[in-house]
């Protein structure tokens, strides 16, 4: 990978992307499991792209890996939408326009500060795991590394999001593809930031991704 902008073609490089693409899609829109299987399907894209290939990991279930992702991901979400939540609930029974105006400027500040922490979650996770993952200092260590690439990483991470739910626009079938896609994109990203922040590490303990 020669930049970043690399994480976006990279999924159409693979000869098979389309099936593997659809595929995943069709099995992401199970609930929970299905999330669940698509972040073990962008750990193991991970893996490929650290090794230079250019493939996408095959379509499944891949719950052993994504689990760990899942969980972390999860909660940081819900601890960084709580405080914006309590103040905006607390404007509604008081009827007061300031509590809720400051309710949204919280939750808008703390989605920004995830936005930008989450590379750093993302690799922390993948290299050791949910342990990793919550390790808040280590995280905030590798985001504040280089806040550029972290800036950079983090706001193309959000923007394969908004990629995501384009899919939305087409009927909500778009989604099987779009989700997926985004979720390669990231894998990409991932594999450009962990080069970015020096000498890769070594991810935790995986089973062995089928052929």
């Known amino acids: 990978m020669t930049g970043v902008g690399d994480s976006y073609a990279w999924p159409f490089q693979d000869p098979g992307w389309f099936g593997k693409i659809v ?5 992401a829109i199970i609930p929970i499991l299905g999330w669940i299987a698509l972040f073990g399907w962008f750990a193991f894209t991970v ?15 891949h719950l052993e890996r994504g689990i760990g992702f899942f969980l972390v991901y999860f909660v940081y979400a819900i601890v960084f939408g ?4 309590i103040i905006s609930g607390t404007a509604s029974s008081a009827h007061s326009a300031s509590l809720s105006s ?3 400027l919280v939750s808008f500040a703390l989605s920004v500060l995830l936005a ?4 750093a979650i993302f690799l922390n996770t993948y290299r050791a795991g949910i342990n990793g993952g919550f390790d808040f200092n280590a995280v905030w260590q590798l985001a504040t590394l280089n806040t550029t690439n972290t800036v950079v990483a983090g706001l193309l991470i959000w923007v394969s999001g908004l990629i995501a739910v384009i899919g939305i626009l087409f009927c909500c079938v778009g989604l099987l593809f779009t989700i997926p896609y985004a979720m390669a994109v990231n894998a ?5 930031y962990e080069r970015m922040t020096g000498a890769p590490g070594t991810p935790g303990p995986s089973p062995t991704l089928p052929a």
Do not use: C, H, K
């Not at 595929?23 to 099995?27: A, E, N, R, V």
């Not at 709580?82 to 939540?85: K, N, Q, S």
């Not at 930008?116 to 590379?119: A, C, I, K």
């Open 23 to 27: 595929l995943q899609g069709l099995i």
């Open 47 to 61: 893996d490929n792209y650290r090794a230079g290939r250019r493939e996408l990991a095959p379509a499944g279930f």
């Open 82 to 85: 709580i405080p914006g939540g």
């Open 102 to 104: 400051l309710g949204s």
């Open 116 to 119: 930008f922490l989450t590379p």
């Open 188 to 192: 990409g990203i991932v594999t450009w």
